[in-house]
């Protein structure tokens, strides 16, 4: 197997270059033409020699997902993409488009065009994966229900949203936001992930902003503390879904090794060190902690830390019998947060006509 030009970043890819005789000039244009032209392949590097183009697709790969599946959600709203890897491993990348209804303020030297209103009013997000399977093996989770494969690498991870980004190029549309939400357990394959991370926000290719990338963990304590102490911009999201070890033992094996005070008390520091807020994920599962006490004690455990929560309607996985808190109990359940001051958001389902929704990414596996 080839390595993926996508694993380098651009030092890396400099010091190839040069060490096969070639300037450094030579990486950046490489490097440009892949992250700020959308060019797929050597073929299009237009301003490169024939024979450096060569080079270049004989050593490396540049196209390590095929699209095995297009999967379209009937409002038109989200696309499933089922990508296969080099070793034939599967994983699952979403792009959600959320359309807002608020007109853009137009400036008197702004030309008023179709496309600056579909800018504007359109929201690109793409969800990716980080592993194929998970290890954690949350109980209502469809990735941690079949299992851990492997972990992505880095050039893996990126091609996800190059390859979403020159989709909606082509339509004249940009990409807003990257959650690494998908398939997988970013914090189990953290260097692979921040890598991704910089060679995606490096300036001189891409340049995405960390800001508009949220990485969300179930809550690994050790690499918590490493990303506070890294000062990264990226946001940080942490899947709770209780307050309380008893109720979040049953539903997340990982609590017995990072009960929840370690997580806490690793979130707070977070908090405090970074200056910036938190995002809780909360999924509200009937019966099990959408009550009025699980409210109540949620607020007492996130009083006084700057933070947001996110309440997710449970979505059916195969393996789960739990069912989703009905539309009552969760604005109940809201209610209790609104009272104590702790913003609360209610996440839109979306895509789950095909399998898209938190939780349901689980690409079947030929082994
Ligand atoms: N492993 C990471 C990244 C996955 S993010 C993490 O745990 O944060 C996916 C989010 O969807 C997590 O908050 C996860 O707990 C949540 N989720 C998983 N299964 C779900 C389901 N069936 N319904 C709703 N949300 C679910």
């Not at 080079?55 to 540049?62: A, E, P, Q, T, V």
């Not at 994920?281 to 996130?302: K, M, Q, V």
Request: net charge neutral; charged share 25%; glycine share 6%.
């Amino acid at each position: 197997m080839k390595p993926i030009i996508y694993d380098l970043n651009l030092k890396e890819l400099t010091d190839l270059i040069t060490e096969s005789g070639k300037s450094a000039y030579h990486a950046k244009q490489i490097w440009q033409m892949i992250y700020r032209q959308s060019a797929e392949d050597p073929s299009e590097f237009s301003n490169l020699s024939e024979d450096l183009r060569q080079k270049l697709s004989d050593r490396f790969c540049f196209k390590p997902l095929s699209v095995e599946k297009d999967l379209k959600s009937a409002d038109g709203q989200t696309n499933k993409f089922l990508f296969r890897l080099q070793d034939d491993r599967k994983i699952e990348t979403v792009l959600i488009r959320y359309t807002s209804l608020r007109f853009p303020t137009i400036n008197s030297n702004d030309t008023m065009t179709e496309s600056v209103l579909k800018l504007e009013r359109e929201r690109n997000t793409v969800c990716i994966s980080t592993q194929v399977g998970c290890p954690m093996n949350c109980a209502f989770c469809a990735t941690g229900q079949m299992g851990f494969i492997r972990s992505l690498s880095a050039g893996e991870i990126v091609a996800q949203v190059v390859f979403v980004s020159r989709l909606l190029k082509s339509k004249g549309l940009k990409l807003g936001n990257i959650v690494v939400m998908g398939m997988g357990e970013p914090f189990y394959n953290y260097d692979a992930v921040m890598k991704a991370v910089d060679i995606l926000c490096d300036p001189k290719g891409m340049g995405f902003s960390e800001r508009k990338i949220t990485i969300s963990t179930v809550g690994i304590v050790p690499r918590i503390e490493q990303f506070t102490a890294e000062k990264h911009q990226v946001n940080l999201a942490v899947s709770l879904h209780a307050p309380s070890n008893a109720v979040r033992d049953q539903i997340i094996p990982a609590n017995k090794k990072y009960p929840l005070e370690s997580l806490l008390e690793a979130c707070r520091n977070y908090t405090e060190k970074t200056e910036r807020r938190i995002l809780f994920e909360y999924t509200l599962i009937h019966g099990l902690n959408d009550d009025y006490e699980n409210a109540d004690l949620l607020c007492r455990r996130l009083k006084g830390m700057p933070c947001q929560v996110n309440l997710i309607p449970l979505n059916d996985t195969k393996k789960y019998e739990g069912s989703g808190a009905d539309q009552d109990r969760l604005q109940s359940f809201k209610s209790v947060l609104d009272k104590n001051g702790i913003p609360c958001t209610v996440r839109l389902k979306r895509g789950i006509d095909i399998d898209a929704g938190c939780g349901q990414l689980a690409a079947e596996q030929s082994s």
